[in-house]
């Protein structure tokens, strides 16, 4: 069966240090894989997503980048953290254009 | 853009009272419509989909919703809630690209 891991599941950072989030899926190949932050009230919003390897697409130009170095790894990363950037942040895959998506246990990031 | 509404952001009921969160998206052709579900302290996992057919799903713990496509709604309902259904509810749509617009969350908090 698949699996969705995430790492860590708690960060707290400092304003101005980098930041590097790691999602790896197991059990499947070529997964769609997502980057969400989840905000009170304000839903899920999509951040980056990946088609294949080395793919990324940018949903919202922000202080955050993403990174597909392998099949079933996703990861998010920042050079320099603003306190805007606290949030709770999932990784989810999905197999083909249409279907359920399953996510990960997220990583509630706190920037300080 | 597509969007999706979820009408009420904080419900509370008593158990064995009945539920209906409502839905609504902003899209004019073929949808594929999610309601996942956060219980405190798990994954987001999904409750129920459409993809085509009869209209009214069924999912998982006794809940089912309503695709009325004149409406553009896709509201979720249960007849007799229960504690464990505390719980924060998101309604999505895809529309047959890679990525499902989620709506902002409804939080339900039924009282023992």
Known sequence: ?????QWPATLVQPVG????????????????????????????????????IGQISSEVPQNLSASRPQDRQFILSSKKLLLSDSGFYLCAWKAGFVGTQYFGPGTRLTVL | ?????????????????????????????????????????????????????????????????????????FNLRKPSVQWSDTAEYFCAVNTGGFKTIFGAGTRLFVKA
């Open chain 2, 1 to 73: 853009a597509q969007s999706v509404s979820q009408h009420n952001h904080h419900v509370i009921l008593s158990e064995a009272a009945s539920l209906e969160l409502g839905c609504n998206y902003s899209y004019g052709g073929t949808v594929n419509l999610f309601w996942y579900v956060q219980y405190p302290g798990q994954h987001l996992q999904l409750l129920l989909k459409y993809f085509s057919g009869d209209p009214l799903v069924k999912g998982i713990k006794g809940f089912e919703a309503e695709f009325i496509k004149s409406k553009f709604s």
């Open chain 1, 1 to 5: 069966s698949q699996t969705i891991h």
């Open chain 1, 17 to 52: 240090s980098p930041l590097s989030l790691e999602c790896t899926v197991e059990g499947t190949s070529n997964p769609n894989l997502y980057w969400y932050r989840q905000a009170a009230g304000r839903g899920l919003q999509l951040l980056f997503y990946s088609v294949g």
